[in-house]
């Protein structure tokens, strides 16, 4: 497999798992999405919320826009997905997934370097696959995040590993 297409299936698994979260999630009674509980975030539809600022915020990254243009954006971000229902949610992260698919297809080189400007980290030369992994990853800890607050709540989580997604894949096959 190709550094292109890894960093494809890589994305395309975030997806996935996202989408089987929402699918879970459309399963459970209306009042688990906005239930206050003790967490990384106080609800699930936070939790949510700040995964797609996230989303919009690195996809912009690594489409090289500058800060100056991003920065005044986040407030718009943060807005588009407070007080939504699952099902909206679930729409707002497969428009964000389209506009992300249409970018990875625009990026012939996913190892290119590239350096960004963190305003509290600093500087850091690195490569777009790096940050699409961060991507990935951040995805990942969050969706662990929201089935801690599910069992808070007494409900199950739904199995979102790499795993899964590799042997449905293959299953599809």
């Given amino acids: 497999m190709s550094m292109r297409e890894h960093s494809h299936q890589l994305y395309e698994y975030h997806v996935w798992a996202n989408e089987r979260l929402f699918a879970h999630l459309e399963q459970l009674p209306k009042e688990v999405f906005d239930a206050e509980v003790t967490s990384v975030f106080p609800s699930v539809s936070q939790t949510l919320g700040h995964m797609y600022l996230f989303e919009q915020l690195y996809m912009s990254v690594l489409a090289e826009v500058p800060n100056e243009e991003i920065f005044p954006k986040i ?47 600093g500087r850091l030369d690195t490569h777009f696959s790096d940050i699409l992994r961060h991507v990935v990853n951040h995805g990942t800890y969050h969706r662990g995040n929201v089935t801690a607050m599910l069992r808070q709540q007494g409900y199950a989580g739904v199995p979102t590993d790499y795993m899964f997604y590799l042997l449905e894949r293959q299953a599809e096959e």
């Fill in 75 to 121: 407030p718009d971000w943060t807005k588009e997905a407070q007080g939504k229902t699952v099902e909206e949610m679930r729409r707002l992260f497969a428009e964000v997934a389209e506009q992300f698919r249409d970018l990875l297809r625009r990026t012939p080189d996913p190892d290119k370097a590239m350096t960004i400007e963190h305003p509290k980290y």
